[in-house]
């Protein structure tokens, strides 16, 4: 166990290696000088210079990159050049909302999706199926803003329940914490829904069709026992793996959902980054989210042992 | 004689296109619906020039932000420019993006996937890449993309492919892998078979059928990214009047004028969702083994 857990812990390594280099080379690889770019269309020739020097862009490649990952390993991710202060700071400031987001957007679809996915495979085939899986096909379609803003304008505009956009810290208030989230978790929670109710539901149909299955509906054990003790508990590595692999699309949606709802979070921050060319920031968010996404995913793979006693390292 | 014979060849050709369709209508119902509207969506966003009322440009201040009715069908903007000619145009945009990344990421996926999978020194190094590449949001890696070059369709275009490419070459490999053991692969190999014909002949083929499932999934995926590029502010120019574009704008008066947001919207999900219903129908009616599995 102890070795498996080592050798997979250090396959981790080649994988952020590569968004290292992808992430040093984005810059360096586009056309046309990168000072210039960062600096703007209104800069002059100094100011070029200058982003030149700071950024350490005049230096042989192999010496920047080094001299890069040397920093980025004693924790120093650079500076925003647009507001002069350390980008993990500021990664650091903008982590609530995001993670808030997250978090809830991936309980609300566990907590539905679940459920639907095995019903669907229960009664697979009978129209209760199909109504669940044309929901899954058109939640996976529908844009995000259009059920954003079609919740806002239900629930926000109409019947006056929730705050249209905007984030409250948990510390501040829980209750407008709460009430701040509810909107923006359902929008992102279909998508997310949509995901997990289908893969699922494929496996649940898999598992449906097995012999222990059969034994155990033979043995007179209650349809529910069979469902969930037997079956669903037999799903839960494939449905753990889609929740890990499908955290990409899930971070892609935070940052669409974030600028619908008008949150403070790392997807507003990236943003703002893009639009100022302030790349020291956009380098350390996907440095930090392509790490945190490796993290999840080896922890998920660490974990499929104590869901399937069959997997042993 | 041979008219007649002509005549009634064509008549039963005709009638077997007819229950070959009948027959499909039973089978992948959701698949002929989701053709039937992407072929109207494609229709209607092709002929935009002659369809559309008015110049998808033209301001008229005086009819700023009306609301649909009977000469604007889907209402104005701000700037009095009108909504529904605004829309097909925009359809226009998606789908050139649509079909671009499909297309790109396919093809560069495809060479990609098939060296990884017949060479086992490229595969180690191409397959961490790709793990590297996986791990970045695509989103988010499309949006850094952006942001290195002047934004315009064709930076969009090779902004969405990027993150596309891995899922395709992680598929060829996948099928270029399980083919190589296949005996018929062996045979030929042992027959002396050159490379590039034992990659056209046996290996191309059988990537095939996957690849144009995932390549409608990928022109899904792209039309919404290029929405969602657009919304953020860092897609296509702001000038073109692309769905992300014209929902951006629209959102600024989503509490005074929603059909700004609405209408677009619904044609961009209905685009997307069309093309998914068709994936899903191909993917059934291509994967033989869910053909014969109890349903």
Known sequence: MLAYVIKRILSTLPV??????????????????????????????????????????????????????????????????????????????????????????????????????????????????????????????????????????????????LPVQGFVSIHKSVGDFIRHLVLPTMTLGLVYTALLARITRATMLEILNEDYIRTARAKGLTESRVLVLHALKNASVPIITTIGTGLALLIGGVVVTESVFAIPGIGRLTIEAVLQRDYPVIQGVILVIASVYVVVNLLIDLSYSLFDPRIRF | MTQSLQQGLSHSGLSATRAGLRRLWRRYPLSLIGGFVLI????????????????????????????????????????????????????????????????????????????????????????????????????????????????????????????????????????????????????????????????????????????????TYIAASAVLIESYLSFLGVGTPPEVPSWGNIIAEGRLYVQIAPWNIVCPSVFLALMVLSINMLGDGLRDMLDPRLQTRVR
């Open chain 1, 16 to 161: 952020l290696g590569v968004v290292a280099i992808v992430v040093f080379l984005l810059l360096r690889l586009s056309p046309g000088d990168p000072a210039a770019i960062i600096a703007g269309d209104n800069a002059s020739a100094n100011d070029i210079l200058q982003i030149r020097e700071q950024l350490g862009l005049d230096r042989p490649y192999l010496e920047q990159f080094f001299g890069w990952i040397g920093q980025l390993i004693t924790g120093d991710f650079g500076y925003s050049i647009y507001l002069k202060r350390p980008v993990l700071q500021l990664i650091g400031e903008r982590v609530e909302p995001t993670l808030a987001l997250s978090l809830s957007t991936m309980a609300f679809a566990i907590v539905l999706a679940v459920p639907l996915g095995v019903l669907a495979a229960w009664r697979a085939g009978t129209w209760i199926d199909q109504t669940i899986m044309a929901f899954a096909v058109m939640a996976f379609s529908v844009p995000v803003f259009l059920i954003g803003y079609g919740l806002v304008i239900q629930f926000s505009l109409t019947l006056n329940w």
């Open chain 2, 40 to 215: 109207s969506l494609t229709v209607l966003s092709v002929l935009a020039p002659w369809l559309a009322p008015f110049d998808p440009f033209e301001m008229n201040v005086v009819d700023r932000l009306r609301e649909p009715g009977e000469e604007y069908f889907f209402g104005t903007d701000a700037y009095g420019r009108d909504l529904f000619s605004r829309t097909l145009y925009g359809g226009r945009i998606s789908l050139l993006i649509g079909l671009s990344v499909a297309g790109l990421s396919t093809l560069i996926g495809l060479l990609i996937g098939i060296l990884a999978g017949y060479s086992r020194s490229a595969d180690a190094v191409l397959m961490r890449i790709m793990d590297g590449l996986m791990a970045i949001p695509g989103i988010l890696l499309a949006i850094a993309l952006m942001s290195l070059a002047r934004p315009g369709i064709g930076v969009v275009v090779v902004a969405i492919t990027i993150p596309e490419i891995p899922r395709v070459v992680r598929l060829v490999r996948a099928v270029v892998l399980s083919v190589r053991e296949q005996v018929y692969i062996q045979a030929a190999i042992a027959t002396g078979t050159r490379l590039p014909r034992l990659m056209l002949k046996h290996i191309l083929p059988n990537t095939l059928a996957p690849l144009i499932v995932q390549a």
